[in-house]
């Protein structure tokens, strides 16, 4: 047995609504769990235009909404080439953030990186709130695939 932790980085376009959610709601299953010790948890984005902006406030009020603890000092950054390697799986939100990140990351060949709702055994994008505002579904999607990922 090993102590190496599986480290997880949830991707989306600008790092400040879905996969910041996706991050500590993560992060919440695993500790209601007792298995935070098994797990390093981050979120990027594949695009920079939201580089070092905090996350978004209508997604900090749905996660206090849900009683899930965020880190206020987080703030978005931008996927390199180099997280391939530092991460096991990358999950991304949407497939437009698979086609943004086949620019950075061109080849998958360690499979690594998937759709969160396929993890749920449906290949479809999580709602992005950022165009329809309704963050609750944004929730319960990824609490949907994040607690199916939990399962495999």
Known sequence: MTD???RILFVCHG???RSPMAEFIFKALVKA????NLYHVESAAVSDEEYGNPIYPPAKRCLN???VLFD?????????GADYERFDRI???DSSNLRWLSR?????????????MSYTGRKRDVADPWYTGDFETTFQDI???CEAMLRQ
């Open 91 to 93: 999950v991304c939100m």
């Open 72 to 80: 206020p000092a987080k703030t978005a950054r931008t996927i390199t």
């Open 65 to 67: 909404q849900h009683g």
């Open 143 to 145: 609490l949907e695939g």
């Open 4 to 6: 190496k932790k599986i």
């Open 33 to 36: 769990k007792g298995m935070e």
């Open 15 to 17: 790092n400040i609504c």
């Open 104 to 116: 950075i990351i061109p080849d998958d060949t360690q499979k690594k990186v998937r759709l969160l």
